[in-house]
């Protein structure tokens, strides 16, 4: 074989050089990342949140004060009653809706209340006998109560609302003839069912189809709606669709 001669070596170096940096440029090709990566289109950039829809309460064909609907359309849109049953007792009206968790309403009820007007207990009611306490002192408490089921002191089923000052829902009592207790229940007249103590008297099979089956195995959150106080005093959370606070809305921007 004949030697190589200089110039024929330089042009064999120069080659294989060339053919270097053209494999070198192709593994950097293939292990670098693009430089210019792809910008989000402008839609994407100006994505807002999706828009909160109300979920107010399902009363479904069953009539109610407008303060009783908003009160359960805030504890519905709100989750207020913290996926607990709720209950709406509007004082005014002498009428109690329960509530599934979701919001939904199960069945409504007259009931008999505290025979006096008034948003609050008497002091120590709850540890006084029943023959202490006056005429005026047996109201039927606003506010919100988380309530559950138990036993009165003659060992009868009953729901208490608010414990230490001994207001429960329970069967109607036919303790007095003269007080006309089912009458009254049947009473269209709302004034005509104010006769207790203060606790909520519901009918038996009321009681015993819808309140108990709910309640007995969980808790539920109670609303009684005031009836001398406006309903925004007692249920300063509570807000309509168009009221409902920018810092919820701020917080769904955030999620």
Same mark, same amino acid.
């Given at each position: ?12 170096? /120069?080659? +294989?050089?060339?053919? +270097?940096?053209?494999?070198? *440029? ?7 990342? @693009? ?11 100006? %994505?807002?949140?999706? &828009? ?43 009428? $109690? ?5 979701? +919001? &939904? ?29 006056? %005429? ?21 089923? $009953?729901? /208490? ?11 109607? &009592? ?11 229940? *049947?009473?269209?007249? @709302? ?53 409902? @606070? ?10």
């Amino acid at each position: 074989m004949a030697a190589l001669q200089p110039s024929n070596l330089r042009s064999d170096l /120069w080659a +294989g050089l060339k053919q +270097g940096v053209l494999l070198a *440029a192709a593994a950097l090709v293939l292990v670098l990342p @693009p430089s210019r990566t792809a910008l989000p289109s402008a839609a994407a950039a100006h %994505q807002t949140p999706a &828009r909160h829809v109300f979920h107010g309460a399902d009363f479904a064909s069953h009539a109610a004060s407008a303060d009783a609907r908003f009160i359960a359309d805030w504890v519905a849109d709100s989750g207020d009653s913290r996926g607990l049953p709720f209950i709406i007792l509007d004082k005014r009206d002498a009428r $109690v809706f329960v509530f599934g968790a979701q +919001g &939904r309403l199960i069945d409504s009820s007259p009931v008999l209340l505290g025979a006096a007007p008034g948003d609050d207990s008497a002091p120590d009611i709850g540890t006084r006998p029943m023959a202490s306490v006056r %005429q005026d002192e047996k109201t039927t408490p606003a506010g919100r109560f988380v309530a559950q089921a138990g036993k009165n002191a003659s060992h009868e089923d $009953v729901v /208490w609302v608010d414990y230490a000052d001994a207001v429960s829902m329970h069967r109607v &009592r036919l303790v007095d003839p003269k007080e006309r207790r089912l009458e009254r229940l *049947a009473s269209p007249d @709302p004034a005509e069912r104010r006769i207790s103590y203060g606790c909520i008297n519901v009918p038996v099979a009321f009681f015993e189809t819808v309140v108990w089956p709910l309640l007995r195995s969980t808790r539920a959150v109670v609303y009684v709606l005031p009836e001398v106080r406006d309903v925004h005093q007692v249920f300063a959370a509570a807000y309509a669709p168009a009221e409902r @606070p920018a810092s919820d809305r701020m917080s769904e921007a955030r999620l």
